[in-house]
Nanobody, 121 residues
């Protein structure tokens, strides 16, 4: 039972942009806050951004604030992460998940495969 499928990653030069998508099952998506997470080589998975169920409230961690924007389309059960002004420090595998509450309730669905983002200098 696949509940989360991330896509949109790729190779981009520093300063470039990417938009990630997360296709979720209705069971996972509907009624829940959602979040983006990432895991860089040799590091633990970390929180990136979260969005409330309605989409009316968002929160972005300091390292991406002003550069990344989380959004969602509830009609499509899809979560997005627009990433601008990318730097090599953003290189990681990016994952999405449902949150127990907004903004930092903790992920509670099974993790998907993630999508690789590689930023060259």
């Amino acid at each position: 039972q696949v509940q989360l499928v991330e896509s949109g990653g790729g190779l981009v030069q520093a300063g470039g942009s990417l938009r990630l998508s997360c296709a979720a099952s209705a069971r996972t998506f509907r009624g829940n806050a959602m979040g983006w997470f990432r895991q860089a080589p040799g590091k633990e998975r970390e929180f990136v951004a979260a969005i409330s169920w309605s989409g009316g409230s968002t929160f972005h961690t300091d390292s991406v604030k002003g550069r990344f924007t989380i959004s969602r389309d509830n009609a499509k059960n899809t979560l997005y992460l627009q990433m601008n002004s990318l730097s090599p420090e953003d290189t990681a595998v990016y994952y999405c998940n449902a949150e127990g509450k907004f903004p930092m309730g903790g992920p509670f669905a099974s993790w998907g495969q993630g999508t690789q983002v590689t930023v060259s200098s």
